[in-house]
């Protein structure tokens, strides 16, 4: 029994481990390749190089985690995050469409932004840094990673973002128009004014 017990165990610990080596090939099993051809009508509003286009509204999407990207792609055509634009173009991807993309996105490399005031980049870093702490807003880094760059595969990249792009999903998150978060980014943004909103916006568009 007990050796039976020992065996099991050895088993299910090596199967374990065989989990946790497998995992990150998994959470990475979009194809960059086949992405690229299915993101050929992205290019026009997030760029030929993923680093966004015309509109400051349209955002960046090189480099982002190829995670966030599927999800946000899911979400998008289930309308649990709604944008208008956004709900049409990923209305025909399926699920294995959206991770491709999102490994095609996750593998170009990210432009560097910059803030537009120092003033208020001083403010917005204090804030990414160390939060609002009489009003419980955690320090955004803490989530985000001290350069920007996003803790894989829950939280995404936001440096170098456009700073109307970040504003505008900050202002969603506030009001609740934007809702796909698992509550977390509702919660901190509602704590927010718009002031110190567009004060971090500024900030983390310089971020890298
Ligand atoms: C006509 C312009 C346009 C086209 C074409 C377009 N997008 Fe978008 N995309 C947007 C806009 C605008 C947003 C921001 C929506 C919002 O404010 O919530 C967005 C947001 C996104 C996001 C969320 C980014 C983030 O950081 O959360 C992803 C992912 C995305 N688009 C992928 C795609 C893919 C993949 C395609 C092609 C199949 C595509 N987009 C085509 C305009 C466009
Ligand atoms: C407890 C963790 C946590 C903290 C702290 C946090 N975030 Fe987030 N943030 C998230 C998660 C998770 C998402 C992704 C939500 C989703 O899946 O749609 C996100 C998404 C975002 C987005 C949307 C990115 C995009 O491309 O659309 C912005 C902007 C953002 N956070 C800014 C901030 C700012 C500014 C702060 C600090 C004031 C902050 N976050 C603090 C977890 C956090």
Not at 123 to 132: K, L
Request: charged share 20%; net charge positive; aromatic share 6%.
């Amino acid at each position: 029994m007990r050796k039976s017990w020992s065996i099991a165990v050895r088993v299910l610990g090596l199967s374990f481990l065989a989990a946790a080596l497998a995992s990150p090939v998994l959470a990475a099993s979009g194809n960059a390749a086949r992405g690229q051809t299915k993101a050929a009508a992205c290019a026009g509003c997030h760029g030929a190089d993923g680093n966004g286009g015309a509109d400051p509204t349209w955002p960046k999407l090189a480099g982002q985690d190829a995670d966030y990207i599927a999800k946000q792609l899911v979400d998008f055509k289930s309308g649990a995050r709604k944008d208008p634009i956004m709900a049409g173009m990923a209305a025909p991807l399926s699920a294995q469409d959206a991770k491709d993309i999102g490994a095609y996105y996750a593998g170009l490399k990210a432009k560097a932004g910059a803030a537009k005031s120092a003033e208020l980049a001083k403010q917005g870093e204090r804030i990414y840094r160390g939060g609002i702490t009489n009003r419980g807003v955690s320090a955004c880094m803490s989530c985000h990673g001290p350069s920007g760059h996003g803790i894989p595969p829950r939280y995404p990249r936001v440096s170098g973002q456009g700073p109307a792009y970040t504003e505008k999903q900050m202002l969603a998150f506030k009001s609740g128009a934007r809702s796909n978060d698992g509550d977390i980014m509702t919660r901190i943004a509602f704590r927010m004014s718009e002031q110190e909103i567009k004060a971090v916006s500024d900030y983390m568009a310089g971020l890298h």
